[in-house]
Each structure stands twice: as C-alpha cells, then as structure tokens.
C-alpha cells in the first residue's frame, strides 16, 4: 500500500474517533498536512474502500473504518501516545497506600477505566505463578490451626485445620521457622521438595500432627484456585452514542461471565495484545475492541489487564495506557515481595 494512502486511512481514523462522523474528503484535505486535493483524496478512498478498508454507511457522502481498516491502523500507524503529566502522574502515585492484594487490583482497574474512559479489566495474580513470601501457623485451641500461605504478590491463603495431636506453643513456633526456613523464596510448584525431612525433628505424635500441616500446606502452594477477574467502568459504554441499546446491553451481558473475562485474557503476554470486532471470540464482544498485556515481576507474567470500548476506540492512548498501568503494576509488586 501507498504511504500516501496510509496517512488517509489514518486520517479517517483519527477524524472518526474524535468526531464519531464518517469522514469525507474535504475535511481530510482541510485537516491534514497531505497538501492534495479532495478529488485525489476521493480517489485513494475508492482504493481504500474497494480494499476493504473503510466503508460508507448507509447514503453518507463519509467513510468510517472497517475492523480491517482498524488493524491496518494499529499494525502499521499506530503510535504510542505520550501520556499527559496528570495521567504520569495519576498512574505512578494511584498504589500509594495500598494495603493488600485487593486494594492493588481495585485500584488498577479504577484507574484504568478512569483514564481510557472504556471498561477496564484485571486478573488477579496467579497462585501458580507467585513465590511464598512468609506462612504462618495461628493455634486457635490446642488442637485447631489455622495454616496461612502468603505469596509475593500478595495473595493469602487459609486454611483451618482439626489436628490429631495437640500442639504447643513452643513447637509450633518451631515448626514455623523450620517451614519458613525451608520454603520462603520458593516457586509454589517447589514448595513440597524439602518439607519432608521437617519431620524427622518431632516425637511420633507431633509428627502426624506436622505431616497434617505439611501435606495441606503442598496442597495449598500446588491446586489451582478458582481465578478471579475484576472490570470496571460499565458506564462509559454508554458513552457511544452509535451504539444501540441492544448492542450495550449484549457487551454487557457477556461481561457478566468470569469465563468470558478470563478467555479475554487468556492470550496476554509480555508484549502488547489488541484484538479487534470481529477477532473476538464471544459473539456479544464483536463490535468491541481488546487492548491487553500482562503484568509481572522480572518477566514472569503473573496475571493480566486491559480495557474494551467499541471499535471506534482511541488505540493510541489505550494502548500507552495499558502499557504503562501493567509496567507501574509489575514494579509495584516486585517492591514490595
């Protein structure tokens, strides 16, 4: 394809995003810096149309974009918008305070919502992905306990547990060192190599006692928990007046399913994601665009983010967004293991 005919394409973008009018040759010859006329523009438009590129809705003399023409836009034109000085601002200071796991996600997905005026979307952090920052044994009567893991990003899990044996203080205070000593730092996939040799260090009936804890605690580091997404910002779908109320209503219903929250996900990496109408997969989603990326500490993804808005969406501010909240995230969690 011409450059020339690039930089119509992405004229008609830009002008369609902003003004949600289909865009016609005299406003892109008054707009631009292409210094052609109307009826040159008229022509490469019929090229870009007869491409698949943009399309004329309905008896308006404009041109709107096709998703063809979105991807083409996106794959070829598109650059990363700087972000304002409120926006740096905003992302670098809106975890200041943040006191655990479900403050961290519900303040990014606020704040991205908040500064791409689409709905945002975050994945919690994996379980599986994480390392274990500390566990903790609470004695809640001689012979029941409560077994905490606590991961790197934050992530608590707990379970209450009915010992054979009763335990005293002093040995669970010993068994706590001995299980932190031994597995702090660690994969959660590695969390069971050297639990077992703990045993050897107790009589016979604090040993089935401890073998209790440690078999829940392997258990706990190695199942897959039920993975959670959280989105926000439902409201700014009514924002685009060219969609119907039917049209919301169908987005809105598909983004009522955590599976069709994780699918979106699903394919997020370290790299920027955007897919757009009619590449998503759920039937409901297809007039909206995806813009996700994965979020992690040293370059393992520990979960992902994004934002959906219709296909008429500003790609590239969402995408200087999303790329910016996932790298903030990522830090943030690698300061604080």
């Known amino acids: 394809m011409e450059s020339r005919q690039l930089e119509i394409l992405k004229a008609i973008v830009e002008e369609y995003v902003a003004t949600e009018e289909p865009v016609g040759s005299k406003i892109i010859s008054e707009k631009s810096a292409l210094g052609i006329s109307s009826a040159t523009i008229r022509n490469e438009m019929s090229i870009l149309e007869g491409q698949g590129l943009i399309t004329q809705p309905h008896t308006s003399a404009g041109r709107i974009p096709t998703d063809k023409g979105y991807r083409l836009f996106v794959d070829k034109i598109a650059t990363v918008k ?52 500390h566990i903790e044994l609470v004695l809640l009567t001689p012979s029941r306990l409560m077994l905490v893991l606590i991961t790197t990003t934050g992530r608590v899990e707990q379970r209450v547990l009915e010992l054979p044996y009763d335990l005293s203080d002093a040995l669970l205070a010993d068994l706590r060192q001995r299980l932190n000593a031994a597995v702090v730092g660690k994969a959660m996939s590695d969390v069971g190599q050297d639990l077992e040799a703990i045993l050897a260090h107790f009589g016979k009936n604090e040993r089935t006692s401890t073998a209790l804890i440690i078999s829940n605690l392997i258990e706990m580091a190695i199942e897959r928990p039920e993975e959670k997404v959280v989105l926000a910002g439902t409201a700014n779908l009514a924002r685009s007046n060219s969609e119907s109320s039917a049209e919301i209503h169908g987005v809105l219903e598909a983004l009522e399913e955590q599976v069709v929250l994780l699918r979106l996900l699903s394919d997020a990496g ?5 897919r757009i109408g009619a590449e998503q997969a759920e039937s409901g989603l297809q007039r909206t665009s995806l813009v996700s990326m994965g979020y992690g500490v040293d370059g393992n993804s520990l979960g992902a983010l994004g934002i959906l808005g219709p296909t008429r969406m500003d790609y590239s501010s969402s995408m200087s967004a999303v790329n910016a909240v996932a790298r903030y995230v990522g830090r943030f969690l690698m300061d604080n293991q």
């Not at 409120?86 to 975890?95: K, N, P, S, V, W």
């Not at 606020?110 to 994945?123: E, F, N, S």
């Open 82 to 133: 700087p972000l304002s000085s409120a926006e740096r601002r905003a992302i670098e200071t809106f975890l200041e305070g943040a006191n655990d796991l479900d403050d961290i996600v519900m303040r990014t997905v606020r704040l991205l919502a908040q500064v791409t005026k689409q709905v945002a979307v975050v994945q919690y952090p994996l379980l599986t992905k994480s390392r274990v920052r």
């Open 270 to 274: 370290d790299t920027m994601r955007v």
